[in-house]
Structures are given as structure tokens and as C-alpha cells.
């Protein structure tokens, strides 16, 4: 009998994570656990007589499961694999996605802007560099990328990043986008190209919150409707929020209104420190003691409202819509060793931000630092090698005992084994030393204070009363 993999599978590998399978259109990776299992789906190539003699009841074993699990097909003699399923090694680090500024510009003029975009201070890289970067990440194996700026649909070429995107097979997962310019052209372009990315826009409150933080007026009005076209064009979406004393008493309902025009998830963060923050808006930052209080007052409001759409309240609280199921985010581990092999920041191991002018980033929130130029540039070295031997690759690759060994007062608290150091960027923005090693401040005032535990019960309380009044 022969077999070949169906026509979405495709064999990968990367340094250090040789055998995997790529599975078409949404470009889910999967790694397989060993050398057998992967030379077993070698075989499936349509060349192969899988049940001969010379094949080893083990490999054989491994396909009729494959068969089972639809990843390979029987076939005739010679059916083989297309060029896109053949067996590629990337020699590079794996890296799913790529959250990229293609631009540095923007048409708001937002109060705390991380790369102040209203001046164009990090401009946008030509073109032809744009291409190129696109070439560089298709052959490194990025098999993701989301696209923000700046505001990423003032780009003049966007229909030409776009067609790249489609043409390298990568999958566009979010547009971060401020709604100015979103409009059916845009949506129907999309599904054109059978593209239905998440659009991910901003809304900073109610009662023109939204528009003072953003610089214009009616900024608030233009995004609501875009939220309700893209739900028209069955686009999903998710939102951001920047609380701060202006809007902290408004958050139920804001995500009242969010929930109303058909946004499906919210994150919540306080305005982190910006230049252009302490220009115009410093005299309204919220105190970590301050933001605990709102998050703890509005979760049993949210379960009371029935949970209407995915939330994330920082680090502090997370929960899908309409389920009762939640959990604290900064509480990574158990308390166990377990934590110690893992690198400090899963999602930068996962995800690369790219910024308005080419430079690997662990985290966006880095571009307001002057952190950012210790860190490459992909025009001067080159992706491969950033994701290879730099020191972005050093710092993603960090393990939380190395981290612990940098940062002792870290390895030494009592919840170290619980919320690993907390989050790098976090850290940064309250070091004065300007240092993403060194505790986060906000994770300890979590758990330290006493804040965890608070949230701890109230969510469990109004979590029980949700899931006692929908039985």
C-alpha cells in the first residue's frame, strides 16, 4: 500500500526541532517526538510500498494512525508530494510568529504613542526592504505575522505587503489598526485574497475618553463602527484598553459598549511611561495599588454580565466569554522545579516584534526604551542570524534558574517558583537602572500585598454564582 500526506501537510524541521509537520492554511506546527515517527511520515511520499517487508512493523504502525488522525492518504504509485511538502530545514531557531510595524507613521496623535508616531520619529522602512524582510522571514520558517504600526493601513504599498504575505504562504492572524481606515475596500480586499485576520483596534472608554487619549475628535465614534463592519464581514476582533485616573470608572461601561458592537476580547493595561506620556498625560497614571482596586471591583461585575467577551485585565486576570472558568496569568507555575528549564518569557519564545525600522524586539513596549539598540537590526546581520547567535536570540532563549542566578532577590521570594520574575517589559518600566533583569514590580505588589489573593476570591465567589444561576 502506498501513501503520500494530504495536500495541507508539509514536512519541516528547524535547528534544534528537526521533525515537524506544517499543516495548511492556518500554518499549525507540529512537533513530532522523535526520529521514527518523523521518518515514518517520510515514507508517505507516494514512492514507498508501506506495508513491505523492509518497512518495520513499528513505522507501520505509526502510519495507520497517521492515516486515522487524516494527515496521510493511500495513493497510487507515483502520486508524490508537491514541492511545498517536501522536507524543509530551516537552520535557525524556531520562531512561529512575527508581530511587525511596517510603519512607523500614523494619521492619530495618541498622548502616549511608544515610538511617537504622530512625528514619525521611526519613519518606515522603503519598500524594497519591506520585501525583503518578507523573503528573510519566509525562509527562516516564520509560519505567522500580524501587522501594526504606527497605524499599518497608511502604508501606500499595503496591497503589496499584503500580496507578499499571501504569495509566501505565511498566515496573517491580526491587523492592529486604529479603525480611521477601516472600510469595506479594505475588508472585501481581504476576503478577496481568503484572508479573515483578527482586527485588534484600540478603545481607551466611553464619554470621550477615547478620543482625548487618541488626539482626535471622533476617534471613539470611528471606531465602534468599525467594529461593527468588520462583524458584518465576519472579520473577528479584539480590542485594547489603556486605563488611567480619566477612565478607570468607566471600564464596565466601556465593555459594555465593546460587547455591544460585537468586539470578542479585551485587554486592559495601564499607560505605560512613554515620552509622550510625561508630556501630556503623566498627571493621570494610575498607581499600582489604584488599578488592583479597579480590576477587583469589576470581576464580579463581569460575571454578572454574563461574561461578555474574552477578557485579560493584565496579568492579573483572565477569562473566555461566557465561560466561568478564569485564572491569574502571572501565576505561571505551581511552585514546583518545573518552572526552572523554562524560558522567561513564553510568548517573546514564540514571537518576534519587528519595529518600524527593522529592528528584533522581545516585546513592542521596548521601542519607548533606550533598551531597544542592544538589540539587531535585520538590515545589518541578517534574520537568520539574529534568530541563530544575537543577543535577541540570548535574551528569548533566557531560563528562569539563569534568570534567577542574574536577579537573586527574585530566585530568594517565596513566589519565585510560582510567577517566575513576572514580566520582563513590566520590569523595565519601573527599573530605574533601565533594565529589563530585574524584578517586576507589579507582579510583586500582586502577590506580595496580598492582591492575588483578594482577586482569588472574589473571582471565585462571583464565578459560582455565574455558573449556580445558569444551571
Known sequence: MYYKLQENVCLRGWDRLPWALLIRPENQVRFIRNEEEFRAMELCNGKIDCDGALVPQKMREIIREAKEQKLVVPCAYGDGLSEDQEYRRYHNRFIRTAHWSITGKCNYRCRHCYMSAPEGKLGELSHETIMDILDQLDACGVTHISLTGGEPLVRKDWWNIIDGIVERKMHLTQIYSNGALVNEQLLKGLKERGLCPEFNMSYDGDEGWHDWLRGIKGAGDAVLRAFDLCHAYGFPTGAEMCLHKGNRHLLRQSIRTLAEHHCGSLKTNPVSPTELWDRYGKDKTI????????????????????????????????????????????????????????????????????????????????????????????????????????????LIDTRVDEFFRIVPECGECEYAKICAGGCRASALSFDENNTLMSPDKACCTLFKDGWADKIRSAASKAAEAAATGRS
Open 287 to 394: 498607581g499600582l495599588d489604584e488599578l488592583y482596586e479597579t480590576y477587583l471591583d469589576y470581576i464580579p461585575q463581569y460575571f454578572e454580565d454574563g461574561m461578555p467577551l474574552s477578557l485579560m485585565l493584565g496579568g492579573v486576570f483572565m477569562c473566555r466569554k461566557g465561560s466561568t472558568r478564569w485564572c491569574i496569568p502571572l501565576q505561571k507555575y505551581d511552585g514546583s522545579d518545573c518552572c526552572l528549564s523554562q524560558t522567561i518569557c513564553g510568548h517573546a519564545r514564540q514571537t518576534l516584534y519587528i519595529s518600524p525600522e527593522g529592528r528584533m524586539l522581545p516585546c513592542m513596549s521596548l521601542s519607548s526604551t533606550d533598551v531597544q539598540y542592544d538589540y539587531p537590526l535585520i538590515g545589518e546581520i541578517g534574520l537568520r542570524q539574529g534568530l541563530t547567535d544575537s543577543t535577541y536570540m540570548k
